[in-house]
C-alpha cells in the first residue's frame, strides 16, 4: 500500500494543473468491475463501486481516504495543482531517491524496498528552513510513523541553494514546506 500511496502523491504533484481521484481495481478492489458490454448481457450486475470500503475500519481501505484527504487540503493549502515553479533536483537510480521542489513544497520519495538512509544530503533552492506537511509512512495513513513532523535548519551552499540531511525511510514519500 505503501507505493500505491507514493504514486498517488507523484501524479498528484508532477501530473499538471488537474487530478483524476478514485478508489478503483488497482487498489485491489474485493469484486471484479465488469460493465455492461455484448458479453455478459449488458448486465449491470457488477457495474459498481464499493464505496462503502472506505469507511469499514477493518480495512485498509480507510488510510487512503485519510491520505487522499490530506493530499487534497495540501493542495487547498498550497495550490500544488497550480502552475508554479518546478524543478526536480536528484534522480538517484541505485537509491531510488527523487527530489523535486514545486512552488514552496519540496517533495522526497524513496522507492527503494528495503533501504532507508540517514543523514541523506538533499538540495533545495536558498531556503533557512523546511517543515514536514505530509508523510506517507503517518500512522493515520497505515504507515510505521518513521517521520517526525519537525522543522529542519538548512546549510547554505552557496548564493542560489542550501542542502539538509534527512532521515529517508523505506518506501516514503515526504513533503516539506519551504521556509526562506
Not at 13 to 22: H, I, P, R
Not at 31 to 59: K, M, V
Not at 141 to 168: A, I, M, N, P, Q
Request: charged share 25%.
Amino acid at each position: 500500500m505503501a507505493l500505491h500511496k507514493m504514486i498517488r502523491l507523484i501524479t498528484f504533484s508532477l501530473g499538471g494543473e488537474g487530478y483524476l481521484t478514485f478508489m478503483g481495481n488497482e487498489f485491489g478492489h474485493p469484486e471484479w468491475i465488469d460493465f455492461p458490454r455484448e458479453g455478459n448481457g449488458w448486465s449491470y450486475q457488477h457495474c459498481r463501486r464499493r464505496w462503502d470500503l472506505a469507511g469499514d475500519t477493518s480495512l485498509r481501505y480507510h488510510f487512503l481516504n485519510k491520505f487522499e484527504k490530506k493530499m487534497i487540503g495540501l493542495d487547498k493549502d498550497y495550490n500544488v495543482l497550480e502552475p508554479s515553479y518546478q524543478y526536480i533536483r536528484m534522480k538517484h537510480n541505485s537509491d531510488k531517491i527523487i527530489v523535486y521542489e514545486k512552488g514552496n513544497l519540496l517533495f522526497v520519495f524513496n522507492f527503494h524496498h528495503s533501504n532507508s538512509y540517514e543523514n541523506y544530503d538533499v538540495y533545495l533552492k536558498k531556503a533557512t528552513k523546511i517543515k514536514v506537511v505530509l508523510s506517507t509512512d503517518d500512522f493515520d495513513f497505515g504507515g510505521h510513523g518513521r517521520v517526525h513532523h519537525l522543522e529542519y535548519d538548512t546549510t547554505k551552499v552557496d548564493d542560489f541553494c542550501s542542502k539538509v540531511k534527512l532521515y529517508l525511510p523505506n518506501r516514503t514519500a515526504i513533503v516539506f514546506e519551504v521556509i526562506v
